[in-house]
């Protein structure tokens, strides 16, 4: 389970201290999604420009997924998701442009599946529903009105806005 990340040293079955890319102090690692085909946590990690692979079931860092392709953003990689088949999902906190970043599988080179420049800054929280050409991501946009848009493919690789929705914060 995650709590053995934990770094306080009087938690009762703590194995290890955190990883230096997870320090105590820091809000660089917003977001963090299970990938149900592997087992894994997959945690972003701003300060490193990445998506760290975390094993669930004993805390230990495996490795990172290819980051060869992110670029920009306020936040690098501020928001991640995994569907049901493995098939994952990033994006930065960022508006010019804003980017969904889609990795195959934790092993595969990313490609970008969305690219646009919005009104509003984007990607500081994802969520999704779907796989392949039923794939739908909702992802928050900044401003004063709690808005955030969809995201929509055809093909399970590309991705276009569906839709804008406004609400109460």
Do not use: C
Not at 57 to 62: I, N
Not at 87 to 98: D, S
Not at 127 to 147: D, P
């Amino acid at each position: 389970p995650l709590w053995k990340v934990h770094t306080d040293p009087t938690v009762p079955g703590l194995t290890a201290p955190a990883p230096d890319w997870f320090p105590s102090a820091s809000d660089n690692n917003r977001s963090m999604a299970y990938n149900p085909i592997t087992n894994h946590l997959l945690i972003t990690d701003n300060a490193n420009n990445t998506i760290h692979i975390v094993d669930a079931d004993t805390g230990t860092t495996l490795g990172t997924l290819d980051n060869s392709i992110l670029t920009g953003g306020v936040l690098p990689v501020a928001s991640v998701v995994v569907d049901a088949n493995g098939v994952i999902y990033a994006a930065p906190y960022n508006a010019n442009p804003f980017k969904v970043y889609r990795w195959e599988n934790e092993w595969s080179t990313p490609t970008v599946a969305f690219s646009e420049t919005l009104s509003y800054y984007g990607g500081r929280a994802m969520a999704i529903t779907g796989t392949g050409k039923n794939t739908r991501l909702y992802v928050s946009a900044s401003g004063t009105t709690g808005r955030f848009f969809i995201l929509a493919t055809q093909d399970g690789y590309g991705f276009s806005i569906e839709a804008w929705v406004s609400g109460g914060e």
